[in-house]
């Protein structure tokens, strides 16, 4: 049964979250999805979650607890154990959704030439309840492009998966010199040789915490590393007369009287791929634009 289903490898780094870990761990182990290769890596957690990781330890390719340099050193500690053909990772206070995993081995089946996804953006709360905001058109679509303007800060971790060969094209590493947004600078990364094709489906859910919660609490620096990130990438681009060129047709959509009209005008000047949806039919099939 495994030889029909790509071998998906999840890493979940750990550190004193034993208040949600379980839930993320089950999250994911209650899917039963048959070719799994999941890894815990914890950072020394003093809490419970020993007691947590050790009770799944028999559905685990591996884990590990001792002192590392936080949450990105073991990330690359993780995935360079891991060898499945689709890589992924979730945080130990974050959820998969059901079933996603099927969904995920049917998205990259279905459609070889993709290299990475990221399922439709969905968030918890403490107690573990799924909500979803509301937003703009095409809020949830990308491209570099769209990154050089600034418009697409937060494609959702939580939801993403991606092929090994980019990851391995990439550098195959997550760069831990950035205390905040490493996840934003891999996906960067992996925008110079692939589009994300963003889907419909929810995948993977992001859980909002009162407390001790870096994405919340630091959230300018973040933007501030964002930003670094994307000064950087436009520099070693050398692309400044596309920017500019961009730049001068975003200012003429501006114009269009029209909202929807404006939304796809600007779809087609960020060079937006077509997402993925579904079909009674067809099953994963790709938007009309």
Not at 230 to 240: A, G, H, M, P, Y
Request: proline share 2%.
């Amino acid at each position: 049964m495994e030889g029909s289903y790509p071998k998906i490898s999840i890493v979940t780094p750990s550190f004193n979250q034993g208040q949600y870990l379980e839930d993320t761990i089950q999250s994911i182990l209650s899917q039963g999805y048959p070719n799994l290769e999941y890894i815990i890596i914890d950072g020394g957690s003093t809490d419970n979650s020993l007691d947590i990781i050790r009770k799944y330890e028999s559905s685990l390719a591996w884990w590990v607890s001792e002192k590392d340099e936080g949450l990105y050193d073991a990330l690359n500690k993780g995935f360079s154990r891991s060898t499945g053909d689709i890589m992924a990772w979730l945080n130990s206070d974050d959820m998969y959704h059901r079933r996603s995993l099927f969904a995920v081995a049917g998205m990259f089946q279905a459609f070889p030439d993709v290299s990475w996804i990221m399922g439709n953006s969905t968030f918890y709360n403490e107690d573990g309840n799924v909500f979803a905001f509301d937003g703009e058109p095409n809020e949830q679509r990308w491209s570099r492009r769209k990154m050089f303007f600034n418009r697409g800060k937060f494609i959702q971790q939580e939801s993403v998966f991606w092929r090994r060969g980019l990851w391995e094209r990439s550098g195959a590493f997550v760069d831990h010199s950035y205390s905040l947004a490493a996840d934003f600078e891999l996906w960067m990364r992996f925008l110079r040789h692939e589009q994300l094709y963003s889907s419909a489906f929810m995948l993977g859910g992001f859980r909002f915490r009162r407390e001790n919660q870096k994405s919340n609490q630091q959230r300018e620096d973040y933007l501030r590393e964002v930003e670094a990130i994307i000064n950087r990438e436009k520099k070693e681009s050398n692309n400044s007369r596309d920017i500019m060129w961009c730049r001068l047709l975003l200012l003429l959509v501006r114009l269009v009287p029209f909202a929807k009209l404006r939304e796809r005008l600007k779809a087609k000047v960020f060079k937006l791929p077509r997402k993925i949806i579904f079909s009674l039919h067809q099953g994963f099939v790709f938007s009309k634009r």
